[in-house]
């Protein structure tokens, strides 16, 4: 008879402890996490992506980038893989224009998600604007203010960038970057994006 006592004092003592140890799980994370957010402590500092964020909402436009971009309420835009260049395409610009086209062709099934453009500032040679249109019959091209964009800090040479369906530049490169870092990147965007 003191035995049932004993385990009917226990139970509910436990039962206390169980809940307890279950909110713990549950609602500790969250409040560690929003602890650590609140005050910058324990912040990873590695990244997942190899091009500069751009988290600053600039759209093509801020660039001097002439041309609608993102997508209109009944259709779905595509990713872009943009080339800008406030000359008029020179050796640097077309390689990325190059890179650009192979990182799309690369993607196989998703390259419906994404294209590709080039916006430049000057005037292009005639024998490229040719070689463009028999070459790369995707590519969109695109003018750009030379003036606005030379205003932009940081901005040495050709750049790509990728644009978001919105029309929002998400990462940039310079002209030497690994091809294939751009297409992990890209990839990674895709993969995770519920658009476009």
């Known amino acids: 008879m003191g035995w049932a006592l004993t385990l009917e004092r226990e139970t509910p003592r436990r039962g206390r402890w169980q809940l307890l140890g279950l909110l713990a ?11 650590m957010y609140r005050w910058q402590f ?3 500092q590695g990244r997942s992506y190899h091009g500069e964020l751009i988290a600053t909402g600039q759209t093509p436009a801020d660039l001097g980038v002439a041309g609608t971009w993102g997508a209109a309420d009944d259709e779905a835009a595509p990713w872009q893989l943009l080339v800008t260049s406030a000359d008029d395409c020179r050796a640097d610009c077309r390689r990325l224009v190059y890179l650009a086209r192979q990182i799309h062709i690369a993607l196989g099934r998703d390259a419906g998600r994404a294209g590709h453009a080039l916006a430049h500032g000057a005037a292009l040679p005639a024998d490229y604007a040719g070689e463009l249109r028999a070459a ?10 030379a003036e606005r964009y030379r205003q932009q800090p940081a901005l040495d040479g050709a750049q790509l960038w990728i644009v978001d369906p919105h029309g929002n530049l998400v990462l940039r ?14 990839r990674h965007l895709l993969k995770s994006s519920q658009i476009g």
């Open 25 to 35: 799980v549950v609602v500790g994370p969250m409040l560690l996490a929003s602890a």
């Open 42 to 44: 324990w912040l990873p």
């Open 136 to 145: 790369y019959p995707q590519l969109r091209v695109l003018e750009l203010d």
């Open 173 to 186: 490169y310079a002209a030497g970057s690994d091809g294939k870092r751009i297409l992990d990147d890209l």
